[in-house]
């Protein structure tokens, strides 16, 4: 049995000419174009691009750009709100709203993240009591989610829950209206005020937490009527890869709820492992942490090996590695590419899964009516006869005539 | 500031004689005969006494059951399902009524455990069907409920939720159909039954698990409107005490719902403590398991420590200590007697406390209208005045009239 079967369309084209009659006999070239399936990354690069001034740094920016866009078409972009909004009422709007722009004409869906979240959140909130804490988180999300609607119509809603109200490390306030509300109703008012701004949102809440714990907030959370569109799994592994027991794990876990499953947060380092004593990885603070040749094949295996289950898997719809290039979030060797842009094994590993195994490409010879039949990986696929070519979109199984243009 | 302040109620009496004239400068013996607190601990063994026919063996038993007495006003018998119905129809109805009818007669209020659990279960009921196993289920606690209302109106309906449907040592109808409905829809299914059948009893949900998954499962029962009188915490201590810490950190986080606190299955052993690699502890079989000198200063010392701290928490309304005598679960030194019914140091220790430090027992002086005030831990008191005397309960204020009795 062909494990990608549910990935796949079956598809029948009437081939037509300009003027209606059928390439019948005639050799289809027939070229996937894009995927149905969601294949990410961050792309918080295309904000500091949309913002760059000096020509060399926005040559570089652009030059990342282009190889994030040569293997991914969906992008995560940064909504934190300490960092979005550090002063109460000036936003980076201009700069996400170009790099969302940006982004969607370049075919890539773009979600935010994320709209509630207690770390890196605006310290200017402290000061009000819980009451007006809340109103103004709900105030944010009726305006983010708004003046975005066309062009981010998916949305990390909430980060973090399972830890949100027990989490110790700072005073915040999102920790503190989550202690008071409980999880269940703090995830229902945010999810809410989501839901109601922009109905047809792909409304997702993450968490790092694959325990049982997620498992029963989960439970708790569709009982009473919140409604996730899909359920976001970080999957951090710069302690090691999960291997193929705990992934498989946790896709069973999560499946039972029969909501899409998206790994929104995916990271496989190529350099050495981080001591498994490390409860809060972002307690690993280390000047430099470097790529090696070992850990950079061994990334590539890895990364091929987990984008092939979860690829395989029916419910999981998203992969998003979390960073693009090596150096960002704990200086890790965790990207497709070197901080030079060079590429490393582990974008050419991607590569050839994405835009080569798990893409269709083919040339058939049509019948004397001019059909053409095939199997072909969802997406969106153009047909070429000599000069004369079309386009087509096929996310479900396509049976239709389409007319060459010259 | 008294920590047992809200153990107590203040009391003010008008002491008359039966003829109605006051008892006005009177020495008045006050005392407290019963707690209002709920001092329990497993009573199987009154259901083994109603069933004892060797006369040596119903004196054993009888012996320690009045020992039994001697300290606590509250047991648990035992309701699992597979043993308690063997074959279906045929229950141990005679003997679970019998006993508790006995202890209802000697004051003692009596909670049945459980009346759904994976663990114990009714092996017959494997034949069924899901549908058909959890309407099994549903009818059983009817029935239950209903035929020992007025007996027994206090339940353990759903025992160890969170491992529920993820529990993998062996297959059962339980797991089947938790897996199947979730936790959350076959907890609202037992305790609706539960409810509908008897709407006056305590109906608790019970857990070893005090992580933040049973706090999670907890905040979604409460939010799907499950009808939970009180939240029930196991803490079996066979691998070391729990300490301060530990059991202050618990409280705080199963406080926040606002619901009573039941510990409802406490163990402190007086023998060495089981290795902490042991993650379920009926791994650990051993054919002996001495009590010795060290430990059982150690065990007195514990369960005093533990019982102030619970008896101090202003939500906890029940502490019942698992294992009476020695020699029980996992064969565990784990009683207030040893297996020949001879009382250990915790025995004397706890008796100290519950008969003791927090029982009122005085001789006032009433005033010359009659009148004394008093401030006494809850409970029922008798008050005398040489061969009169007249009984009253004091389960919060009183201020009342009370005639004695010849």
């Known amino acids: 049995m062909d494990k990608y079967m549910h990935r796949k369309a079956e598809i029948r084209l009437h081939v037509l000419y300009p003027d209606g009659t059928p390439a019948a006999g005639e050799q289809i070239h027939v070229d996937q174009i894009s995927h149905s399936f969601l294949f990410g990354c961050g792309a918080f690069d295309s904000v500091a691009l949309m913002k760059a001034e000096d020509p060399q740094e926005k040559a570089f920016l652009q030059e990342r750009m282009d190889k994030w866009l040569g293997l991914f078409n969906y992008g995560t972009l940064p909504f934190y ?35 509630c979240w207690h770390t890196a959140c605006a310290p200017w909130l402290m000061k009000y009591d819980n009451q007006e804490i809340l109103c103004r988180q709900l105030e944010r999300i009726h305006r983010d989610v708004s003046l975005y609607k066309g062009v981010v119509d998916m949305w990390d809603v909430i980060n973090e829950v399972v830890i949100m109200p027990v989490f110790d490390r700072y005073d915040n306030a999102i920790t503190r209206i989550c202690k008071d509300l409980g999880r269940i109703r703090l995830v229902k008012e945010v999810f809410a005020a989501a839901k109601e701004t922009n109905p047809e949102a792909t409304l997702l809440i993450n968490d790092f937490n694959t325990s049982v714990s997620y ?26 890869y999960w291997g193929l027991e705990k992934l498989n794990d946790v896709l069973e876990r999560f499946s039972r709820f029969g909501l899409p499953i998206h790994f929104t947060e995916n990271t496989l380092i190529s350099g050495e492992i981080m001591p498994a004593h490390i409860v809060d990885l972002n307690d690993w603070q280390v000047d430099s942490w470097p790529s090696t040749p070992e850990g950079e094949e061994r990334q590539a295996r890895e990364i091929s090996e987990m984008y092939s289950v979860l690829f395989a898997h029916p419910l999981v719809e998203a992969i998003t590695t979390w960073d693009f290039n090596d150096g960002c979030w704990l200086n890790a060797p965790s990207g497709f590419v070197y901080m030079d842009n060079r590429e ?63």
């Open 344 to 406: 490393k094994p582990s974008y050419y590993a991607l590569q050839k899964l994405i835009h080569g195994e798990w893409e269709t490409h083919d040339v058939l010879t049509a019948d004397e009516e001019g059909y053409i039949s095939f199997n072909g990986f969802k997406g969106g696929y153009c047909i070429a006869v000599g000069q004369a070519d079309a386009a087509f979109a096929a996310n479900g199984p396509v049976n239709e005539k389409i007319i060459l243009a010259p």
């Open 81 to 115: 709100w300490g960092r979005y909004e550090p002063v109460e009422g000036t936003t980076a709007f201009p700069e996400t709203m170009a790099a969302a722009r940006w982004l969607q004409e370049k075919g890539v869906r773009v979600k935010g993240h994320p709209l």
């Open 215 to 240: 498992e029963i907030l989960l439970e708790g959370l569709l009982e009473a009527d919140v409604p996730i569109s899909a359920i976001g799994i970080q999957s951090h592994q710069h302690q090691g």
